[in-house]
């Protein structure tokens, strides 16, 4: 099946500093992914759609100049966590569907936890 | 907006008992339905899928579920726990069409031996 990957897996930064977090499709091309955020004992929350080749699209209540999306190539989306602070801290997940599969299955990332001290 | 609610954050089972799992949904259109399994700091992993056949739809390691749109339920079982169900348990619900997935809370399975 298809295959989706994650950069890095775990980060820990300062109060202030950019991280970015890489997300990519193996052995297929995604025009579109999605990221997620993931609180401790939480659910999973939409915070946007990237698009390859024009602007992601932000779910409400997600910072845009805030959580960057870059989705430059088909196989490559990265979001940077732009001066990132502890409330900031969570864990990220990628999704990217598959156009081989039946019915576009989605595929996720094994996620990236973001420590901010 | 599509939205799922899954009950009871925390659900016991001894090894061997049924598992079950309740999932209700709201969509306007019909929906497409997914329940996904999470190990503890790891992404998410199908375990099966209602796209608008058969109505019993069967998954991977043993889980089923049956989508019943008279009471907007798409609830999970399994005949038999066994101690590596222990996980995160997520319903999720997209458009038709639309791959934009709304999650429920989730419900955290706990095998008892």
Not at chain 1, 63 to 83: G, P, R
């Amino acid at each position: 099946g298809a295959v989706v990957s994650q950069h890095p897996s775990w980060v820990i930064c300062k109060s202030g500093t950019s991280v970015k977090i890489e997300c990519r499709s193996l052995d297929f091309q995604a025009t579109t992914m999605f990221w997620y955020r993931q609180f401790p004992k939480q659910s999973l929350m939409l915070m946007a759609t990237s698009n390859e080749g024009s602007k992601a699209t932000y779910e409400q209540g997600v910072e845009k100049d805030k959580f960057l999306i870059n989705h430059a190539s088909l196989t490559l989306s990265t979001l940077t966590v732009t001066s990132a602070h502890p409330e900031d801290s969570s864990f990220y997940i990628c999704s990217a569907p598959y156009s081989g599969s039946k019915n576009n299955e989605q595929f996720f990332g094994p996620g990236t936890r973001l420590t901010v001290l | 907006a599509q939205s799922v609610t899954q009950l009871g954050s925390h659900v016991s089972v001894s090894e061997g008992a049924l598992v079950l799992l309740r999932c209700n949904y709201s969509s306007s259109v019909p929906p497409y339905l997914f329940w996904y399994v999470q190990y503890p700091n790891q992404g998410l992993q199908l375990l099966l899928k209602y796209t608008s056949a058969a109505t019993l739809v069967k998954g991977i390691n043993g889980f089923e579920a049956e989508f019943k749109k008279s009471e907007t339920s798409f609830h999970l079982t399994k005949p038999s726990a066994h101690m590596s169900d222990a996980a995160e348990y997520f319903c999720a619900v997209s458009d038709y069409g639309n791959n934009r997935l709304a999650f429920g809370k989730g419900n955290q399975v706990v095998v008892i031996p």
